[in-house]
């Protein structure tokens, strides 16, 4: 199950820690994982600013609006910052497996416990995830789309992938791993019927509008929302647990399929990891910056060729290409200024939320209502409209995001770290 460790052991993968104090990595260390971790919890977070209130208060400004765009995900085709919490967070659990082997092989963990304890913990990120989804239902609600779930699922594969990860030819395994993956689930999806010219596409939740705007024509139309093999699967495998309704199709297109292509996300971390390790005490800059260009430059080659279009939300192989480029590069930038350089006091803050990333993912989900009504009731309604009221959403989710990090730092400080 989920423990609370109030111990850090010093291995490759967790700091030597004084109360109150700095991290200071010990050797081999690579701090920045830790925050870029803590970077892409703190966006999911910051949801509680809530821009997009904020920009219809003031539809004049472009700050607002550029605020708001990348505090929401795109409708369908391409890319926001938000649209990058997800792959961040998949592909980092990818960057921490060969840490994470070799510390317990050193510790004299066999493989049998090892696999062992992979399989438990893909059972509890599902079943989190699924519990996480059911909050505001009045029972289970059976959904696997959450990141936790989508992790959790493939999670034993990658481990398994990754504990090879010290053998000759490994490299070559796994890119043709993540090439069987991505292109096996293309052909699927590819060889899965178009919808008809005539459907009617209100029946899956797909206004006349937004088909217009956003649904694709041609081949690439085997990608369209909620006409597509990965919906048909759900329409088969959600309804065979017990629902409220019988399922039909995720309004935001989502799908429990989509953990096949995180796969090749977290594979794509792994393979950054185990360059990481290999390469220490140096970080491979070079290769990181090369994969990070070539994996944006492909995914928008597969896009505009309509060959597989780049699309978040179901998780299409070339958007598991095209973010993956963009978290290589993600990683590089915080690795060249905390690792190449040596800032490292900037990142506490986020080195604080990154260090307890399961932590942060359930305040986030627990804690704003609660905070929220806690504020109006001692505060008074109105107490956050001291810039106006279009900013008093603005006020209101930085009130709330402080509390969320101050948690965190409680937690830091006594050493409280929530672990699967």
């Not at 971790?37 to 209130?53: C, D, H, K, Y």
């Not at 970080?283 to 928008?300: E, F, N, R, T």
Request: glycine share 8%.
């Amino acid at each position: 199950m989920a423990t609370v460790s109030q111990t850090i052991p010093v291995t490759e993968t967790t700091p030597t820690i004084r109360e109150g104090a700095p991290v200071e990595p010990v050797a081999g260390r690579n701090v920045s994982m830790d925050a870029y971790r803590g970077f892409v919890m703190l966006l999911m977070m910051a949801e509680v600013l809530q821009f997009s209130r904020v920009a219809a208060a003031y539809p004049t400004s472009l700050f607002w609006k550029i605020l708001a765009f990348n505090q929401t995900h795109v409708e369908w085709f391409g890319c926001s910052l938000h649209d990058t919490i997800q792959p961040g967070f998949s592909f980092l659990v990818g960057v921490a497996l060969p840490y994470s082997i070799a510390s317990r092989i050193a510790k004299g963990k066999g493989f049998t416990e090892l696999f062992g304890h992979a399989l438990w913990r893909s059972l509890l990120l599902v079943a989190l995830g699924v519990f996480l989804r059911s909050m505001d239902h009045p029972m289970t609600y059976f959904t696997f789309e959450d990141t936790l779930s989508q992790i959790g699922l493939g999670y034993p594969l990658l481990f398994l992938l990754g504990f090879r990860s010290s053998e000759l030819g490994w490299a070559k395994r796994v890119w043709a791993a993540l090439c069987l993956v991505l292109l096996g689930y293309w052909l699927v999806w590819a060889l899965y019927p178009a919808a008809p010219a005539n459907f009617n596409w209100p029946s899956v939740g797909v206004s006349a509008t937004w088909n217009t705007q956003h649904n694709f024509t041609g081949f690439a139309g085997h990608w369209n929302k909620n006409y597509n093999f990965g919906n048909h699967f759900d329409q088969w495998f959600l309804n065979l647990f017990p629902r409220e309704n019988r399922f039909e199709y995720n309004s935001g297109g989502y799908l429990t399929l989509s953990f096949i292509p995180t796969l090749g996300t977290m594979i794509l971390g792994l393979i950054a990891g185990q360059w990481l390790r290999e390469s220490r005490p140096k970080i491979p800059m070079k290769k990181l910056i090369i994969a990070g260009v070539s994996g944006i430059a492909l995914g928008l080659a597969l896009h505009y060729s309509h060959i597989s279009p780049v699309v978040k939300r179901i998780w299409t192989p070339s958007w598991t290409i095209f973010s993956g480029g963009i978290c290589f590069l993600f990683l590089a930038a915080f690795s060249w200024v905390i690792d190449v350089k040596g800032f490292r006091k900037w990142a506490f803050p986020l080195v604080v939320i990154g260090m307890n990333s399961i932590a942060a993912y359930c305040i986030a989900h627990f804690m704003e209502g609660f905070l929220d009504s806690t504020f109006r009731v001692h505060l008074g309604p109105n107490f956050f409209r001291l810039a106006g009221a279009g900013l008093e959403p603005f006020f209101g989710g930085a009130a709330i995001l402080l509390c969320y990090w101050l948690v965190l730092f409680w937690m830091y400080r006594r050493k409280l770290f929530l672990k699967i």
